[in-house]
């Protein structure tokens, strides 16, 4: 029963953001003027969602590597790491 009610919160939610988001895209359509006074910054816009999404898999990227390559690893002090020559 708990595990059901779950689910079902879950829907209500994501049902809830989605018309959200919906009556969001219709409004803006009617403010100013709607998606075609959008036109002359357009450009400018993709482009800032373009260096974002580069951005933030940039970062990702190097996040996931520093922890591969063990430098996320706590230091031991009873152990330091040995050098290699």
């Known amino acids: ?4 009610l779950t689910v079902l ?3 209500v ?4 953001l989605a018309g959200l988001g919906g009556w969001t895209f219709y409004a803006g359509s009617k403010i100013g003027g709607g998606w075609g006074s959008l036109g002359p910054v357009l450009l400018f ?3 800032g ?6 951005l933030t898999g940039g970062l ?3 996040a996931f590597y520093s ?3 063990g430098y996320d690893e706590p230091y031991d002090v009873n152990h330091p790491p040995r ?3």
């Open 67 to 69: 922890s591969r390559q």
């Open 45 to 47: 816009v993709i482009g």
């Open 13 to 16: 939610g994501l049902a809830a």
């Open 83 to 85: 050098r290699e020559r």
């Open 9 to 11: 919160a879950l829907i």
């Open 60 to 62: 990702m990227w190097l």
């Open 49 to 54: 969602l373009v260096v974002v999404g580069a």
């Open 1 to 4: 029963m708990k595990h059901g």
